[in-house]
C-alpha cells in the first residue's frame, strides 16, 4: 500500500483561523515576548496574577531551555500551593504535563501530572480546564500506543459540551487516534463529523470567511491522506482539488503546496508519475520561500523522474536537493535524498557512487534514529549489491533490511493492537470455520461414496434378480467394502485432524489454540511479568561466504532445533526465528514466578551448546551472543492467511538491545532480569551502557 502524510497539519490550520496565538490543543493566550512576563511579574499586585505570569513565562519558553521552564513551572507551583489556589494548582500540574510529555518526552511522568490537574479542575468545576488537561492525557496515551484510552479521554472532553471550536478539534484528533491504528472508517467518520460541526458554526455565526475558508481546506487535505492509505486514490485526488480550489480563494496562497504535494503523491500512488511531476513542479514554485519544502519537493521529483526512467533530470533534482539540504544542515531530510541519489546512481550502473550515498545514508539514520528511513536504505544497497553479482553483500544488507523491518514492524503492530482487537476475532473465526469445512467436505464426499457403493448393490442386484443367492452374496460383499472404505476415511479423518491440531500448536501456545477452538476467536492481552530471550549468530554472513547455500541452512536448522529442544525443558514459548535470529519468552500464556530463572538457564545451555558445536565445527558453525530482559508485554495474533502470534512493547525492544551489547559467548541480562535472578545465579556487573534510544542501561553477564 502507497502510503504518505503531510503531517497532518489541519489542526494547526484550524488553529491559524480559530485561536491564533494558543499555546497548545486547548492551551491559554500567551505574550510574544518573554521579557515582558518578567516586567509584569515583578509589577503583579496579588499573588494569583503572579502565578498566572509564571505560568505563562514558563509556556513561553521553548523546550531547547527545559530547566528554565520547569523552573518558572516550579515557582509557580510553590506559589499556588502557598496561597491554597486550587485553579492555580491545576494550571501549573497541566503545565508540567506538556514539559514532561513536549519537552522531555516522557509521558508516563506526564500522565501523572495531567491527572493531578484533572483532579483540581473538577473541584474548581472549571470545565476549559478539565478539556485541557483531557487533551494532554489522551495525546499522552497516543504517545504511548494506548489508543483506547486516547480515546475514551477524548470521548470525556467532547462530552464536557464546552462549545463547537473544541468539538471541532477533539473529532479530529479521535480521528487521527483511529488514523493511526489503520481503522480508516471510523477515521473518517471523525472527520466528516468535524468538518459537519465546523460548517454549521460557520453558518451560525458568519466568522472570518478566509480563516474558515483554511479550516475547511485543512480538513479536506486530512481526509484525502486517510483516502490514500485506504488506497482509493482517485477520493483523494478529489478532495485534495476541492481543498485547493478553496485556498486559491484565499490570501493564503502559499498553503497551496500542501494539496499539490497531495495530489502529486497520490499521482505516484497510482503508478503515473508523469502527472505527479506536473503537479510536484508547480508545488516547487509555490515553494520557493521555504527551503525545507524545496529540497523536499526535490527529492520528490527526484524520485519521480527515476520512476519515468528520465535518469539525467532524476539526478539533477536529487543534486539541488543535496545541496540544499547540506547547505542547511536537515539531518532530516539528507539521509533520504542520499538514499534517492543512490537509487540514481544504481540505476546509472554507477554502482561504487550508489554504495557510497547508500552507506552515507544508513550512518546518518543511525545517528537520528530514523529506522523507516535506514530500512529503505538497507534494501536498496542490497539491490545495489545484487546487480553487482556481490551475493554475500547483498544477502547481508537484506538481512539488515529485514532486522530493521521487523523492529518497524513490532512498532506498528503494538498501535495496530486496537484495530486488530476488532478484526481478528472475525478473521481468526473464518480460519476455524475453513477448517471445519474441510473436515465437513470430507465427510460428504464419503457418503457420496457409499451411496455410489450401495446404489451400484441395487443395481447389480436389479440386473440379477433371478438369482437370489447371488443378490444376497453381492450386496454382502459390497456392503462390507462400503464399510472398510468408510472405517478407513474415518481413521483418516482423524489423523488428519490430529495433524491440523498438532500443526496448530506448532504455531500458537497450546491455551491460545484451545481459545480459538472454543471460540473462533483470539483477544489480545497484557502480561506483566515475563522475560524475553534474544539470540543473533556471530559471523554469520562470514560463514555463508564458506559454506554452501544447503549447507548454511541445514547448519541454522540444527541449531534451532537444539534450541527449541532447551526451551521446551524449562516451559518457555518459542516466538519465531528471523534470519539467524531467536527469540522467546517465559512467563505466557501462563504466568509462573521462576520466568527470568528459567529463561537464563535455558540461555546458559544454548551458549554452552554453541561452545561445544563451535569446539568441534570450527568454522562450519557460528558464535553466538545472547541477551534478556524482563518486563511487561502485550501478546496476540496478527495476519489472516500466514497468521502468527507475537510479543510487542517496550521490554522486547529493550531485550533487542541487550543481545545487541552483548558478545560472543556472553549472555547479557538487564537491571530488572538481574533483580529476579541475582539470589540464583552468578552475574558480573559490566557498568551503564549508553543504549541508541534508550539511555545508559545496566548490564550485567550472566557467569
Known sequence: MCWYSNKLFFLAIIFFGITCGSYALFGQPLSTKIDSFKQLI???????????????LSRAIKCDDTTYKMHYANEAMQLAEKINWVKGKARVNATIGFIYAHCVKNDSVALKYYEQSLSLSKISRDKSDQVDELGGIAASYMDLAQYGKALDYYREALELQTGPVIAIVVLGNMGNVYNSVGDYTHALTCYDSSLLVLDEWIRTRG????????????????????????????????????????????????????????????????????????????????????????????????????????????????????????????SVELPRIYTTTGKIFSAEKNYPQAVSYLQNAISLCKQTGALNDEKEAWCALSNTYEQMGQTAKAFDAYRKFISLRDSVYNIDKAKDLVRID??????????????????????????LQRQRVVSFGGFVALLLVLSLLFFIYKNYSQQKKANKIISEANATIQNEKQVSESLLLNILPEEVAVELKASGKVLAKSYDEVTVLFTDFIDFTKAGQKLSAQHLVAELDNCFQAFDQIIGKYNIEKIKTVGDAYMAVSGLPKAYPNHAIHIVKAAIEIR??????????????????????????????????????????????????MEQHSEDGKINISQTTYELVNDKIHCRYRGEIDVKGKGMLKMYYVE
Open 42 to 56: 515583578n509589577h503583579s499586585k496579588t499573588d494569583t496574577d503572579k502565578v498566572k505570569l509564571l505560568i505563562g
Open 608 to 657: 554452552d551448546y554453541m561452545k561445544e558445536r563451535k569446539r568441534n565445527l570450527c568454522d562450519e558453525t557460528f558464535g553466538i551472543r545472547i541477551g534478556i530482559n524482563s518486563g511487561g508485554v502485550v501478546a496476540g495474533i496478527v495476519g489472516v492467511k500466514k497468521f502468527a502470534y507475537d510479543i510487542w512493547g517496550d521490554t522486547v525492544n529493550t531485550a533487542a538491545r
Open 207 to 330: 466568522g472570518n470567511i478566509e480563516g474558515d475558508t483554511m479550516q475547511r481546506a485543512g480538513l479536506l487535505m486530512t481526509i484525502a491522506e486517510v483516502y490514500i492509505g485506504m488506497a482509493q486514490y482517485d477520493m483523494a485526488l478529489d478532495n485534495y482539488n476541492k481543498a485547493l480550489l478553496l485556498i486559491k480563494r484565499t490570501n493564503r496562497k502559499e498553503y497551496g503546496y500542501y494539496a499539490l504535494i497531495g495530489i502529486g503523491q497520490a499521482y505516484m500512488c497510482k503508478k503515473e508519475p508523469v502527472k505527479a511531476i506536473e503537479y510536484y513542479t508547480l508545488a516547487l514554485e509555490e515553494s520557493k520561500t521555504d527551503k525545507r519544502f524545496t529540497r523536499n519537493l526535490l527529492d520528490k521529483l527526484g524520485n519521480a523522474y527515476l520512476a519515468t526512467g528520465d535518469i539525467p533530470k532524476a539526478m539533477d533534482c536529487a543534486q539541488q536537493a543535496l545541496q540544499l539540504a547540506q547547505q542547511y544542515g536537515d
Open 422 to 447: 476488532l478484526q481478528s476475532g472475525f478473521n481468526i473465526k473464518q480460519l476455524a470455520d475453513s477448517l471445519k469445512q474441510d473436515e465437513a467436505r470430507k465427510v460428504i464426499m464419503l457418503k
